[in-house]
Every structure is written in structure tokens, then in C-alpha cells.
């Protein structure tokens, strides 16, 4: 058993009946007494952040951890009932749905905190001092490289039109992607992609051509891929591929752009330990936080794939407003429609 994982006390409770979070773990130094229980709800796997969070604790032992895993759209919705009808809140929430988060705080339901280390963050990656992107992971191309030669792997969007309009194609029902009801991040992708791309509306006919498979979540998809169950996979989040990583599994940043999400961080306006929620937040930030967290690879590593990616195909996704965009009720569902017929989702 890893280090930390006793260390930190590691108790991970899988969900059954009416709990929304996924898993649960606690986290807490093995000197002193802790006086705090600082409650963070977030989207990331508790494996990949449990050595940042061991190491936050071990060096502010005053506090005890609990940290609950939770889906993007359970988390926004939740972290919405706590500002508006005043359900139980969290100290800290951490999402990689953006575009949610940055409702949340357009709806007032953030606490506001300053320092030299928020500050120090560009522009895109924070907003009105009441969210802050703490990472910066890439929307990828994944591939089973056992049965997809390397040259014949789609290196851009462009790449992957032209192999899915290949007669009698092999990748009929073998491409995967992010299921848009089921994920946040996945929406927030196909969303950016349909601002960003021409190849927009051709990927969806593509991908309806071809019977691609829609589903929710990153393990799942790696997994298939692994395995040759899917031969491809299109906008996979690069940071949890890295986190699993797999012999057969190649990885690929589109050349024509990659975009870049960066995992938001907020102090809810009803939290209760607002002063340690910072200091987690500032923590993250500091040296330490941000080589441990590309040591569990939440930056961005561009060294895996053989062929470089240049400035101008780097496309972050920024936190701002424009992202409200994402959360219009008619906009989202005309987009959801659309997504439902290219993949002929029953519900």
C-alpha cells in the first residue's frame, strides 16, 4: 500500500441510494490535535489529488480533511442549493466543470479573497478574486496503438474527418467521446469546440455516421480504449490518461488547436471555514502545490506527444463571463438536441 494512503488515513465509501458523491476520504495529520474539519467537494479523483492533501494537512495539522468526490453537474447543483436554499455548504468547491463554476460565482455564491499568490495567476485563469484555475490540463486525442498504426492516428481534427469518411471504415461503433448530459467537462468541451471549430458540425456527422459512442466518464473511456474496445477517442481529458497511464494507449494533441481547461477553485459564501479554505487555496499555489501538482500530472505535459504543438494551437479556455454563454437554458438545450440526435441517445 502506498505511503499515503496510510498516512492519511484513507477511508473511500462508494456511493449507494440517494448520496450524490462518489467517494469519500479523510485526511489528517498524525501530530497534534486537529481543531478544524474543513469540508472540500470536488471533481477530481481522490487518488490523483491525496498526495497534495496529505501534504496540506501534514503541514497545517490544526485541520482535518474530508474530502468528497462528486460529478460535475451533482456538484453544481449542490453547491447551487447551498447558496440559494441554503442546503449544507462546503468549505471548498473544486470543479473542472468552468462554465458552471463561473455561474455559480455570476450568481453571487462565491466568498471574495486577494493575495500575491491570486494575483500572480494570468488573467484567464481567474475572475473577479472569487475563482482561480489552479491547473492546466489539455483536451486530447486518444488511440489503442496495437491496432491503429501511428500513421494512421488523427493528428488534428482535419485528420479525423477524413478517416471517418473512409468506405466501410473499421472505426464504425470504436470511437468514444464524453456523453454531454452525462459530463460537465464533456459539455463544456463539445461547447468550446462548437465556438472554436469549423469541423463542428462535420465531427457530429462523423460521429453519427459511424455510430460513435457517447458515455460519461474518463475511466470508462481510457479503459475502452486500452482494451480495443473503442480504437479512438476524441476530447479525453489529457490529465487523467496520464493518471492511467497504459501500454497501448498513444496520446495526441490536435494540431489545428488543443484546448487547455484549467480546474476551478471557490470559497462558497456560506462556508464556515472560510480562513482555511484559503489556506488550501494558497497552498495549491504556492511552490510546493504546483510541483505536486504536475507531479500527479494536472499541468499540462506536451513532451508525450512526438509532434510539437505551437503557440497559436494552444487554446485555453478562459474564466470569464463568455462562459455564461454555456449555461443559457435554450442555448444549452438546442446544443443537447443536437447531441442527442448525432448519437441517438435515448432518455
Not at 74 to 100: I, N, T, W
Not at 274 to 296: D, W
Request: proline share 5%; with cysteine; net charge negative.
Amino acid at each position: 500500500m502506498r505511503p499515503w494512503l496510510i498516512a492519511a488515513v484513507l477511508v473511500i465509501l462508494r456511493a449507494t441510494g440517494p448520496m450524490a458523491q462518489e467517494a469519500v476520504a479523510e485526511f489528517k495529520s498524525d501530530t497534534g490535535a486537529p481543531t478544524t474539519q474543513l469540508l472540500v467537494r470536488s471533481t477530481t479523483d481522490i487518488e490523483i489529488l491525496a498526495p497534495l492533501l496529505q501534504a496540506f494537512v501534514t503541514a497545517t495539522p490544526t485541520i482535518h480533511l474530508q474530502y468528497e468526490q462528486w460529478g460535475s453537474n451533482a456538484l453544481y447543483d449542490d453547491s447551487l442549493a447551498a447558496c440559494e436554499r441554503g442546503a449544507a455548504p462546503a468549505d471548498v468547491v473544486f470543479s473542472s466543470g468552468v462554465h458552471q463554476m463561473v455561474d455559480l460565482v455570476n450568481r453571487a455564491c462565491a466568498h471574495p479573497y486577494r493575495s500575491a499568490a491570486t494575483e500572480a495567476l494570468p488573467v484567464s485563469r481567474r475572475w473577479r478574486d472569487e475563482i482561480w484555475g489552479i491547473t492546466q490540463e489539455p483536451a486530447v486525442i486518444i488511440y489503442n496503438t496495437a491496432l491503429v498504426p501511428e500513421d494512421e492516428a488523427p493528428v488534428s481534427r482535419f485528420a479525423l474527418l477524413d478517416l471517418m469518411r473512409q468506405p466501410e471504415s473499421a472505426f464504425t461503433g470504436k470511437i468514444a467521446t464524453y456523453d454531454v448530459e452525462a459530463s460537465g467537462l464533456g459539455f463544456l468541451f463539445a461547447f468550446m469546440d462548437s465556438l472554436e471549430a469549423t469541423t463542428f458540425g462535420s465531427l457530429l456527422e462523423g460521429f453519427s455516421r459511424l455510430q460513435a459512442v457517447a458515455t460519461c466518464c474518463s475511466a470508462e473511456i481510457i479503459d475502452g480504449v486500452a482494451e480495443g474496445r473503442y480504437l479512438i477517442a476524441y476530447n479525453v481529458l489529457g490529465s487523467y490518461v496520464d493518471a492511467r497511464p497504459r501500454r497501448d494507449v498513444g496520446v495526441i494533441l490536435p494540431r489545428d488547436y488543443t484546448l487547455f481547461l484549467s480546474r476551478t477553485y471557490m470559497i462558497p459564501k456560506q462556508a464556515v471555514h472560510k480562513r482555511e479554505a484559503a489556506l488550501l487555496l494558497e497552498f495549491l499555489l504556492s511552490p510546493q502545490g504546483q510541483t505536486m501538482l504536475a507531479e500527479v500530472n494536472l499541468f499540462q505535459r506536451i513532451d508525450r506527444d512526438a509532434r510539437p504543438l505551437s503557440d497559436s494551437a494552444r487554446r485555453a479556455i478562459p474564466i470569464d463571463p463568455k462562459l455564461l454563454v454555456a449555461m443559457d437554458r435554450h442555448r444549452r438545450q438546442l446544443f443537447v438536441e443536437q447531441w442527442r440526435t448525432t448519437f441517438a441517445t435515448e432518455r
